[in-house]
T-cell receptor, first 116, second 113 residues
Framework: NAGVMQNPRHLVRRRGQEARLRCSPM?????VYWYRQLPEEGLKFMVY????????ESGMPKERFSAEFPKEGPSILRIQQVVRGDSAAYFC??????????????FGSGTRLTVV | AQKITQTQPGMFVQEKEAVTLDCTYD???????LFWYKQPSSGEMIFLIY????DEQNATEGRYSLNFQKARKSANLVISASQLGDSAMYFC??????????WGAGTKLIIKP
């Protein structure tokens, strides 16, 4: 039973390009969360999605960032016109319920985005 | 506002010794959960242990135990018989009525042979 799969593991983009980060949740999980981790810091919440719905995007920057979780396929975090400050590790997590209670949220291995 | 504080930026511990990683939290909710995650140098985030606010007993998972002191709002992680493979960043996080996880800044643990 595969865990949360994120790809690519590492992504390098030039300033101004677009970055697409993919996340396939654990089988049976319909709740997906995206977090960002800057160097030497803990994770910061970005967005919470269920299939075809954005439940909470309060942690998303107002511009250039968008997320989706279509009926079929992985969840996508999209960053348009990347800047150096977007360089970070982006983690996806999934859970069976809306709160990851006793078994926690299952995290993917993250995508490390480097903007050059 | 919810907050997690990890006051130890780094720790050195001799192999086979027990180690306690500190975590204090702040929330106005009555129902909440506390998590500890391990992040090795490879970068993935590994779930270690969970404590619910209404759990009367401290959580344990193998060599990991959570010293939960509700009145003090602390949830320290105890690792018994430390191993070289325990060297990593350790994060404490809080989930309350909101599903978002609030994270501390982490503690870098280095186990010395």
């Amino acid at each position: 039973n595969a865990g949360v799969m994120q790809n690519p593991r590492h992504l390098v983009r030039r300033r101004g390009q677009e970055a697409r980060l993919r996340c396939s949740p654990m089988k049976g999980h319909s709740h997906v969360y995206w977090y960002r981790q800057l160097p030497e810091e803990g994770l910061k919440f970005m967005v919470y999605l269920q299939k075809e719905n954005i439940i909470d995007e309060s942690g998303m920057p107002k511009e250039r960032f968008s997320a989706e979780f279509p009926k079929e396929g992985p969840s996508i975090l999209r960053i348009q016109q990347v800047v150096r400050g977007d360089s970070a590790a982006y983690f996806c997590a999934s859970s069976l319920q809306g709160r990851g209670d006793g078994y926690g949220y299952t995290f993917g291995s993250g995508t490390r985005l480097t903007v050059v | 506002a919810q907050k997690i504080t990890q006051t130890q930026p780094g720790m050195f511990v001799q192999e086979k010794e027990a180690v306690t990683l500190d975590c204090t939290y702040d929330t106005s909710d009555q129902s909440y959960g506390l998590f500890w995650y391990k992040q090795p140098s490879s970068g993935e985030m590994i779930f270690l242990i969970y404590q619910g606010s209404y759990d009367e007993q401290n959580a344990t998972e193998g060599r990991y135990s959570l010293n939960f002191q509700k009145a003090r709002k602390s949830a320290n992680l105890v690792i018994s018989a430390s191993q070289l493979g325990d060297s990593a960043m350790y994060f404490c996080s809080l989930a309350d009525s909101n599903y978002q996880l609030i994270w501390g800044a982490g503690t870098k643990l280095i186990i010395k042979p």
